[in-house]
């Protein structure tokens, strides 16, 4: 089952105009997504109950399974299970000018780098866009905050 957020505004508007329904559709479900951050599509009050059944049928919105969080003063760092049951760590750094996020973009990493725990594996395989974007959305629900800057390892 396809995961929502591996798609696009751009992905949800073909899909719903391929399978004969409104292009608004998809701006609504968008919004839902990422601005009112709902965890499942029930909570899509705006949306008619058939193509919610129909959504559920054809996407999941399954989160990142969280292992374990280590915090500090300025950092907080995240190891996230996959759904394959690889792991990758995403790492919040709170400066002056805002909090930056480093997500992994892959599951391990040929680079070795001494500071980095991706680098003690070789490289298993690249994330797919919801797992990339779903690393972002669970810290900034985490710890309530906007996150203003991303960096990809």
Known sequence: MNNIYNYSLKDLKDYFTNNNEKEFKAIQIYEWLYKKRVKSFKEMTNIKKDLITKLENEFTTKKLKLVTK??????????????DNNKIEAV???HDYGNSLCISTQVGCNMSCAFCESGRLKKVRNL????MVLQILQVEEDLNVRISHIVLM
């Open 128 to 131: 797919d866009i919801y797992e």
């Open 92 to 94: 919040l750094m709170k």
């Open 70 to 83: 280590l915090t500090d003063v300025d950092v907080c760092k995240y190891l996230f299970e996959l759904e």
